[in-house]
């Protein structure tokens, strides 16, 4: 035991009020049927002036009084039901392609404990504005597909029937992040858990506990108190080891610790998970932690100190087989799966937050992972309202997945175009991401310049505020012939590592042919024994994430018998078939070159 007197008051980490670990908490899933109305017109929200509805509208949780009410905003039992968590788009062949508003509704009990606690209505996801009634009052409100957010109940809940009901609004909308345009299917709804999470009235909000910034042996990290009860002593515990430290925590709830253990680091060949205690006087929080260093030197990226290549291949939260968002652990762990077997030691978790059972499977088969905010394409950069929001997404994303070791790098956008105003949008949101977590590395997915003849150049101006240079190229697919790849260079402005965070070729499975004729597996498996050759000859790369593990579904892909609506740059189907680019990839990933 090492006491450490903490540095109290001035707390670094953004205020986001997201409890940590939620799973780990007391409380009830709400999972399961909740009764669903399309609304297409948002009638249950706007009176005919659309004006917002006094009282809530469908949220007012009204149920008609006597038979004489005519009363037309209810949920009457007849309502059809969808399955939470799930997109709407693939429960119900006319929601395939809905975008527009669903409300969902679904009662649940609740037993009051003795001692005086608190509860929260938290939701995993929800895509992509969601409004959250309780017993019909409004208790808040939120932007954004794919981070976790939680509104406070406490005083709401009766014991029976408690009614709670979301409008969830999947519309895409210049101002949004992501814009309009994206290479991916815009499903709607609740997508991931819903829980009531009961606490004690103070309780511990947050925390984390990495390996201190630097070092192979000491953990650090911070604690934060919610409620009356803030100063308290708080111990900080890794049973496994031996080593744990105890605090106390300030008028603002808040610690700071460090303390040294001797540690098994984790890495993708031994990803070690230690069980984490964070014990206060009123509350107590069980966690299971990796601890591992990931840090770069010149063009090298460094895992626990040694240089570590990133084999990779980037995933899209599309479930195998039966399409839709992914939200299980069965499909996370056979998506994650055929990476491993793939030869991965790296996921690019592309374009937004994955659920975060993706992430804690990482932790546990040893997968490091690219995790990505959807600033993707044509943002608003000059628009402070839609940075506010892509910086909300960050926080919300770093808060959720800071205590994961498989999490190495923070993404802060995907192909976006040059421009002051754009690097400048880019530039704040890095800058916030090492203020938010400086124990991991920040990135971008660049778009390729050219500069001489065959030669691209790695020169973005965002790259200067980067740890690591991401950058998608498709040389043998928009990019000329499979060969161009042969006579291709890159050079670097930069003296920091690369990752190919994208490059690739489109086949359906089964699609057989010459070489030489596109969107055949033949076409494909030769862009890629381009692209391995002319990845190895660039100095500086330090890994790469083939685009993509599986097909998914896209609205911008029609070529009818070919893609009918999904991406199939997949090396798997969507059905898990191998396609022969497939092998030329593993045969890579496990062959010595590709171990440098
Ligand atoms: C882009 C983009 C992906 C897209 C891919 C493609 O690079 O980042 O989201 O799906 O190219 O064209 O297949």
Redesign the pocket.
Known sequence: MTLILALTGASTAQQIDLIQNPSARQGTSLNGRWQTLMDPYEAGYYDFHLNPIPDGGLGANRVPKDKGDKYELTFLPATPALQVPGDWNTQKPELLWYEGSIWYRREFDYAPRATPRRQFLWFGAANYQAVVFVNGKKVGQHEGGFTPFQFEVTGLLKERANAVIVKVDNQRHPDAVPPTM???WNYGGLTRDVKLVDVPETFIQDYQVQLERGSLNSVAGWVRLNGTHKRQKVVIRIPETGSSASVETGEDGYAQFAFPATLSLWSPETPKLYEVLVEAETDRVQDRIGFRSIATSGTKILLNGKPVFLRGVAIHAEAPFRSGRVFSEAEARTLLGWAKELGCNFVRL??YPHDEVMTHLADEMGLMVWSEIPV?WAVQWENPVVYAKAERQLAEMISRDKNRASVVLWSVA??TPLGDARTKFLSSLATKARELDPTRLITA?TLPHGGAPNTIMIDDPLGKVLDVLGC?E?IGW?DGPPEKADRTSFQTVYDKPLVMS?F?A?APAGNHGSEGTAWTEEYQANVYRHQMAMLQRIPFLQGMAA??LMDFR?PRRFLSGVQDYY?R?GLLSDRGEKKAAYYVLSDFYHSPAAAR
């Open positions: 994206t290479d991916w592309a374009h993707y995907n192909e997915a998608n498709y928009y994208e690739g489109e685009w993509i896209c991406n740059k």
